[in-house]
């Protein structure tokens, strides 16, 4: 059975850090390309950053410089370190593995970030 289950979401002040994890499951984790997306109220849900199976990492330009993404292997974990967090930043994050080698994709269930003073 898949699973990718996220972890650590929860209310910050602007300025704080969180660390997003997901926990995957039921598949060959090393032949994912994981992601992390987030979908804002009133928004389309979007790509946030992105790490290969072989470890080459992308970001959206409104978070680079401020979220790191990095996986695991030996736990087929995937984390999200955000760090400067802004109110902007408030959205559902979810968890994305998409086969190296075919069109499987799996998603997470998501969890909340909110950031608020």
């Known amino acids: 059975q898949v699973q990718l289950v996220e972890s650590g979401g929860g209310l910050v002040q602007p300025g704080g850090s969180l660390r997003l994890s997901c926990a995957a499951s039921?598949?060959?984790?090393?032949?994912?390309?994981m992601s992390w997306h987030r979908r804002a109220p009133g928004k389309e849900r979007e790509l946030v950053a992105y790490i290969s199976a072989g470890g080459i990492t992308n970001y959206a330009d409104s978070v680079k410089g401020r979220f790191t993404i990095s996986r695991d292997n030996g736990k087929n974990t995937v984390a999200l370190r955000m760090n400067s967090l802004k109110p902007e930043d408030t959205a559902v994050y979810y968890c994305n593995a998409r086969n190296r080698y075919s069109s499987n994709t799996y998603w997470g269930q998501g969890t909340q970030v909110t950031v608020s003073s």
């Open positions: 039921g598949f060959t984790f090393t032949n994912y390309h």
